[in-house]
């Protein structure tokens, strides 16, 4: 009995702290060059866009889309998928089903998805691990958790924070 109580209490644990109040949902985001002379020390504003974007009504759509594809740029999702793919292929802790990469240790656990004008990461930590393989695959990536309003460029993040 205390051994079925204590397995059930662990996954209880487990599944809390997957999917509890600490997970982060991040968003990967290449942003339209053409910005980068406009927004470079002001990433307030793009966040403030993306946010605002994020937020239209049914109504807006068709105008929001336009938008939004005007500020990002389309994820080259082959790309990142092959080098995710080659730099984890050999890590326990690693899994990949259709587009969808996970990261399950005892430390983090990670799930990214690539879309084709962002990624998505919900994670158990602050910063993910995924964060590094960004950071060199493109230094301008944009990242933002909208439900904390804390968004970055990846060159700002100091890779020994990644590492």
């Known amino acids: 009995m205390n051994k079925l ?3 059930t209490f662990f996954l209880f644990k487990f ?19 053409v910005l980068n002379p406009l927004y470079e020390n002001k990433s307030g504003n793009i ?24 500020i990002v740029n389309p994820i080259d999702k082959k790309k990142i998928d092959n080098y995710l ?17 996970e990261l399950k240790s005892e430390k983090e656990y ?8 962002y990624i998505k990461i919900i994670t158990t930590n602050n910063i993910s691990s995924f964060f590094k393989d960004f950071y060199n695959i493109n230094k301008e990536y944009f990242v933002i958790d909208f439900d904390n309003k804390d968004y970055f460029y990846l060159d700002d993040l100091k890779l020994k924070l990644l590492v």
């Open 15 to 33: 599944f809390y702290t997957i999917i509890g109040d600490i997970m982060r949902t991040f968003y990967i985001f290449s942003i339209n060059r």
């Open 110 to 117: 990670s799930k990214l998805t690539i879309h084709n004008t």
């Open 47 to 70: 966040y403030n866009m993306l946010n605002k974007i994020r937020n239209y009504n049914k109504k807006e759509l068709v105008f929001a889309k336009k938008l939004y594809l005007k």
């Open 5 to 7: 109580f204590f397995s």
């Open 85 to 101: 793919l080659m730099n984890y292929m050999n890590d326990f802790y690693y899994t990949k089903i259709n587009n969808i990469h």
